[in-house]
């Protein structure tokens, strides 16, 4: 398209080209200006509700007027081709400065400053962005830090709810999350929050999760969760606790790892409730690293952190602790009182009955999982083994994902104690390994259809 007009917009250069479309680089003849021009793909806008709704929802983000972000100026359709002209950002995404290695910690604070008080100003007219990453923010020649694509991950999403909230049906099919697993988004994938990646409502502290996977790679250098697959780092945002940030770079002020860590909380609640409250630490956080004060760390953070380590470590986390803890105190009454030992032996027995029937009720759940997985289209085959539920299937879909997550995150908080149960799903087995793992032990159900090669025959087709 370059050297053709839409509308008042002559295109001269190609920018890029992304998940939602290709942007230009273009002339407003009408003010003679530089301007941004993004070419929507033809099968995200062919749905005429989704459209609609769309276009609602970015004449919604164009009003919002703050330096940290990206202007929109215009919202069209010629042609059959639908396009947003907005502001032409001249500087380098914050990706790329990551992996020049040109962000201190000082910049990076100043950027996540910036962009949490943008973020504010869209949160406050119940506006979510929905898609925040490190390659869609921008820093200019002269410092400036500019959030792009403001409203444009709603085209991406099937179904609007309420003014500040996301809903997403839990049906067979998740558009969204389809094209996110065929590389349509492939990206935002590690900057999803734990509800985005499971499927979820998504509030402003949906919002606040993905800065603070941007601010966690602007100061370690590297993305906090990462899988080696997109299912992979998906559940790994939805389920495991992230490494502190003071563990990869050491000497960091505490400030930086409470802020980080209450940005990458799992339960909304949990975490800022909006980015106005992360810019106000933020804004405390600056002025300290300008002023060059180094507070020292509160017994209240050096708590969090020794919890942060006792989740992490541990086996048994803050529940074998508290069981330690009750079984020292069990051990001292028996010792330091006088007691019947004739009632005590019956209290032991009941006590190990209880204990045998709490440590086997973590073996009874799984099963039952493993009972209402196999009943998906598509299973061939699953395995358990240790703490890690195996779904072997015909084709990895997003709407199985979501479910079986689901499934396992309803089991992990019903345990008392031990690791929480961890799913993987496979479809890429070749029939060689396939075969190989239905000879193991630790499989507990195969799909009737499902026939398994004698030795013989397997050596003969591998050879």
């Not at 200006?33 to 276009?55: C, E, G, S, Y």
């Amino acid at each position: 398209m370059v050297g053709k007009e839409i509308k008042h917009y002559k295109v001269e250069e190609l920018l890029g080209k992304g998940g939602m479309g290709i942007v230009y680089r273009a002339l407003d003849q009408k003010l003679n200006r530089p301007v941004a021009i993004k070419v929507l793909k033809a099968d995200l806008t062919a749905n005429p509700d989704r459209l609609r709704r769309f276009m609602q929802e970015a004449r919604a983000a164009a009003s919002i007027t703050h330096p940290a972000i990206a202007q929109v100026y215009d919202i069209d359709e010629v042609d059959d081709i639908t396009f947003i002209a907005m502001e032409y950002v001249d500087g380098q995404t914050i990706s790329r400065l990551i992996a020049n290695q040109e962000l201190d910690l000082l910049g990076a604070v100043e950027v996540a400053l910036q962009v949490a008080d943008g973020l504010h100003k869209a949160h406050k007219s119940n506006i979510l962005h929905r898609d925040i990453k490190s390659a869609n923010i921008m820093v200019t020649r002269d410092g400036h830090a500019k959030l792009l694509d403001f409203g444009l991950a709603k085209l991406m999403e099937p179904q609007a709810a309420a003014a500040g909230t996301q809903t997403w049906p839990d049906q067979t099919e998740t558009d969204t999350m389809k094209q996110t697993l065929a590389g349509t988004v492939l990206g935002t994938i590690p900057y999803m929050s734990p509800e985005q990646a499971r499927g979820q409502d998504l509030s402003y502290s949906s919002d606040v999760f993905s800065l603070g996977i941007v601010l966690y790679e602007m100061v370690a250098g590297e993305l906090p969760f990462k899988g080696d697959s997109p299912l992979d780092t998906m559940h790994a945002i939805a389920f495991e606790e992230v490494r502190p940030v003071t563990v990869l770079r050491k000497n960091l002020p505490p400030e930086v790892h409470r802020i980080i860590a209450r940005c990458l909380r799992k339960r909304p609640e949990d975490r800022y409730k909006d980015a106005g409250a992360l810019h106000s630490d933020l804004k405390h956080l600056k002025t300290d690293l300008d002023s060059g004060v180094r507070r020292p760390a509160s017994p209240g953070y050096r708590l969090e952190m020794m919890k942060d380590w006792v989740k992490t470590s541990l086996p048994f986390g803050t529940t074998g602790i508290a069981a330690a803890l009750g079984a020292i105190a069990v051990a001292a009454i028996v010792v330091f009182t006088n007691i019947n030992w004739g009632s005590l032996l019956g209290f032991v027995l009941i006590g190990l009955f209880l204990f045998r029937y709490i440590k086997n009720r973590k073996s009874r759940m799984v099963k039952r999982l493993v009972t209402r997985v196999a009943k998906f289209d598509g299973v061939k085959a699953i395995r358990a083994h240790e703490n890690v539920v195996t779904v072997v299937v015909d084709k990895a879909q997003a709407s199985m994902y979501i479910h079986i997550n689901s499934l396992v995150d309803a089991l992990n908080k019903k345990l008392y104690f031990g690791k929480p149960i961890k799913v993987a799903i496979q479809d890429d087995l070749s029939p060689d390994q396939f075969q190989s793992m239905l000879r193991e032990t630790s499989v507990v159900y195969v799909r009737d259809d499902i026939v398994l090669d004698s030795p013989s025959n397997s050596s003969t087709s591998s050879a």
